[in-house]
C-alpha cells in the first residue's frame, strides 16, 4: 500500500460492550474510527504533514493509524488508553507518536505520554515546537474499553 500523507487527526473514546471485541468496537465508534480498517503502523508524523480535527473519512478506508486500547472485564477497574504527538521546530523533520495503554488512570496516561515524547526528542537532539496529548479513560461495568489513536490520512481517505 503506497499514499500520499498530507494530514493526521487525533481521537479518542470509550465505551461498554457485552463482549472485549465488541466494546473495543464501540470505543472506536465514540472516538469516530468504527467503520474504517486501521492499519496499525509505528509512531512516526511525516514531515510537513497537517495536524487536522479527525475529518469524515470514507467508510471502509484503509487508514495507518498509531493507536492504543485497553480493555477490562473486572467491574470497577479504570483503565486508560493514550496517544500523542510531539512536532520538532523544523517542520522538514518528522516528528514522533507515543502511544500508552494500562489499568490506570487519565492523570498517569498522559505523564507518560509526555515523558516518552521528551525522550524521543532529547535522544533526537530536537527541540518540540508543539506537544499534544489525547487521552480516554473508562471505569468498567461490565466489559469496557479505552481507544486513543493518530490516523494518518490522505484526500482520498475523506468524504
Known amino acids: 500500500m503506497r499514499k500520499n500523507v498530507t494530514m493526521a487527526a ?6 461498554e460492550g ?28 511525516p514531515p510537513d504533514v497537517e495536524i487536522v480535527e479527525l475529518p ?24 486508560a488508553a493514550a496517544v500523542g504527538y510531539a512536532l520538532p521546530d523544523d517542520p522538514a523533520k518528522p516528528g514522533v507518536i507515543m502511544e500508552y495503554h494500562d489499568l490506570a488512570d487519565r ?9 516518552m515524547l521528551e525522550e524521543a526528542f532529547r535522544v533526537r537532539g530536537e527541540m518540540i515546537r508543539e506537544l499534544k496529548v489525547f487521552v480516554a479513560e473508562h471505569t468498567v ?3 469496557g474499553c479505552a481507544v486513543a489513536a493518530i490516523a494518518l490520512l490522505s484526500d482520498d481517505d475523506l468524504v
Do not use: C, W
Not at 487525533?10 to 465505551?15: E, L, P, Q, S, V
Not at 470505543?27 to 508524523?45: D, E, R, Y
Not at 492523570?107 to 515523558?115: C, D, L, Q, V
Open 107 to 115: 492523570r498517569t496516561a498522559e505523564g507518560s505520554i509526555r515523558a
Open 56 to 79: 469524515k473519512i470514507k467508510p471502509g478506508a484503509l487508514v495507518p493509524t498509531a493507536y492504543a486500547a485497553m480493555t477490562s472485564d473486572v467491574p470497577g477497574q479504570t483503565v
Open 18 to 45: 457485552g463482549t472485549i471485541l465488541n466494546a473495543f468496537d464501540n470505543a472506536l465508534l465514540a472516538a469516530g474510527l468504527g467503520n474504517i480498517n486501521l492499519i496499525k503502523v509505528s509512531s512516526i508524523v
Open 10 to 15: 487525533a481521537t479518542a473514546g470509550h465505551a
Open 141 to 143: 461495568e461490565r466489559v
